[in-house]
């Protein structure tokens, strides 16, 4: 049976680091700030801004928050961002996705200013993750990373298998399994025959979005499951792509959905905002 990794005691401990650090900065007469902005209604979104806010507060990071309508043109949203960046008091923007879709992504990620990009979305950050000299590492891959430290799980020469290749976690995730001198695979939409690569994984880091898409027979006994998804079943719960109880007979370790990678990637966000505070104070 394998053991269940807890994201939220992993997370609990480092957002204690944080707060730690936070009271440090405080004493030197830095208060860092992250600036939060959701354009439209999403659900989900408005669920991830207001544990994003909740963890600020607990931290003690100051919060401010910018809700702005589904019709939000381009221009906006980019004069907002411009404003942000010049605001010496804000040190981390974050800029919720999805964005509506008459909004331009790309463009808005790159007008936030590489120093304040908390997310590490923008292209100069994502250079510097690819080279290894980055200070803001992108917060869901970062927690992972977190995690199997946490758990003494070696990455080195073990061959680690990401399922998904998106720009917010697959891609970068593969980037940090590498750094860490893992042989990596990125198994996409378009791999044929996943299972064949699966199999062979000694770490599989799943983010697919699709319930039950790893089944027990996928994965090789022993190996390290990190579910990165966050699915609803039929019946309305919160669940990963992982087959949870079939590929527990199997793996070693395996992190649940809820409860397993989510609450690292906040933890995450939390000491890149620390870290960007503290990078802006000695400029
Ligand atoms: N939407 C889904 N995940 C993320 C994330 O990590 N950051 C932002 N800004 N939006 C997201």
Do not use: W
């Not at 996705?97 to 950050?125: C, G, R, T, Y």
């Not at 370790?253 to 802006?280: D, E």
């Amino acid at each position: 049976m394998a053991k269940r990794i807890d994201g939220k005691k992993i997370s609990a401990a480092m957002l204690e680091t944080v707060a730690a650090e936070v009271t440090e900065l405080k004493k030197e007469g830095i208060e860092p700030t992250l600036a939060v902005i959701l354009v439209g209604e999403d659900p989900a979104s408005q669920v991830y801004v207001r544990n994003k806010q909740r963890a600020c507060e607990q931290v003690g990071i100051r919060s401010v928050s910018h809700i702005l309508p589904a019709d939000t043109t381009q221009q906006t949203l980019l004069a907002l961002i411009d404003t942000l960046n010049r605001d010496k008091s804000v040190n981390g923007i974050l800029c919720q996705l999805p964005l509506p879709k008459h909004l331009d992504e790309e463009q808005v990620l790159l007008a936030i200013s590489p120093e304040k990009d908390v997310d590490a979305f923008h292209p100069v950050n994502v250079g510097r993750i690819t080279i290894g000299n980055a200070d803001l590492l992108p917060c869901t891959p970062a927690g992972v990373m977190e995690m199997l430290r946490y758990e003494n799980i070696p990455v080195a020469g073990k061959h680690c298998v990401v399922l998904g290749r998106s720009n917010i976690v697959g891609k970068p995730m593969a980037l940090l399994l590498l750094a860490a001198n893992g042989t990596v695979t990125v198994c996409h939409s378009k791999t044929e025959n996943i299972a064949a690569y699966t199999r062979t994984a000694d770490i599989l880091v799943t983010a697919v979005g699709k319930q039950n898409f790893v089944t027990a027979d996928m994965v090789k006994p022993g190996a390290v499951v990190i579910d990165v998804s966050i699915n609803r079943n039929a019946e309305g719960k919160l669940c990963g792509d992982a087959d949870f109880d079939a590929v527990s007979e199997v793996a070693s370790c395996i992190t649940p959905v809820p409860g397993g990678v989510g609450p690292m990637t906040i933890a995450m966000l939390m000491k890149n905002t620390v870290s960007a505070a503290r990078a802006q104070s000695k400029k």
